[in-house]
């Protein structure tokens, strides 16, 4: 016997299918001959691989990337395998195993990654050369070894360590050498640009764009600024509402005492769905057009706001919480990065 269906959430991300569409054609375009990719790792850098997936694949995308084997199945429900591909390579040998049975491609990193797949029997794979970011990949002085000669590489990657910055002359090092790479290494594709790559040019471009930030709406260089549009727009309820007195303080640590009579709303949403306590006395939700300030230390699971400019609001109404990427990112100090990924499993999409 089945239990009762669970209650619906008190919060819920929306995520603009059009504004997700539009991100990734308008950065397809800017790549120029090169195809537009799309980094779906994290979880869709935390707007949710299964609802951005079968969006992008409408919109004409054709090559997909995570980071871990653990995010194939999800993404392989939506996708056919032979788009993924893993960018942090096999590290065991049941990780070889389990790509050429799921039929997606890794990405080898390094010479004993490199051994590995072709120990397992091999097959087509990609390749991350490492130019001057000091992560993953491996090392040009290696692309001579036989086991790199070896492979059957699809895609030759290599990855911006600067791109944001299109003055640093990181990016012209990095993009002369993946060149060079390009050289001596056969492949069929050659992949270099991430989303503010992609704005640096057609030199940088190759015949595959590996976008991720921008497609959920976040501008990592001015030059994307007015191109891209919000995708998602987290919500919360309002809980409870209170009437402060004078002198009342609000949260742990009482940071914040009301200076008059004034209406709160404890809403539904704190550090453990991703807001974190950076937006303690910063942060404002909003109810249309009226901004609701968040008062006092943001909770794990409860933030307070002011509903002074909104006396029609009770409880069970929803908030939205103020999430434009780059304006949030000047608020709180995190990165866009961390913002979208901060995003909580709590949050129904």
Known sequence: MTGPDAPASPLRLTIDTAALTANWRALDRRSGAARAGAAVKADGYGVGAAQVAPVLQAAGCSDFFVA??????????????????????????ADSAYARAAGVRPVINSIQQAQLWRAGGGGVCDLMVDTGINRLGVSLSELDDPVIAGLTVDVLHSHLAAAEEPDNPLNRLQRERWQAARALIPHRRAALANSAGIALGQDYHGDLTRPGLALYGGVPCAALAGHIRQVVRPQAAIMQVR???????????????????????????????????????????????????????????????????????????????????????????????????????????
């Open 68 to 93: 871990h084997w653990g995010e194939v199945a999800a993404l392989a429900a939506h996708v056919p395998a032979a788009r993924i591909a893993v960018l942090h390579g096999p590290l065991t040998p």
């Open 243 to 349: 009437e402060l007195q004078p002198g009342d303080s609000v949260g742990y640590n009482a940071t914040f005492t009301a200076a008059a009579a004034m209406r709160v709303g404890v809403v539904s949403v704190g550090y453990a769905d991703g807001y974190l306590r950076c937006w303690s006395d910063k942060g404002v939700l909003r109810s249309g057009e009226r901004a609701l300030p968040v008062l006092g230390r943001v909770s794990m699971d409860m933030t307070v706001v002011d509903l002074t400019r909104a006396p029609d609001l009770r409880e069970g109404d929803w908030l939205e919480i103020d999430y434009d990427l780059p304006q949030a990112a000047q608020r709180s100090g995190l990165s866009q990065y961390e913002l979208l990924t901060l995003l909580g499993r709590r949050f129904a999409r």
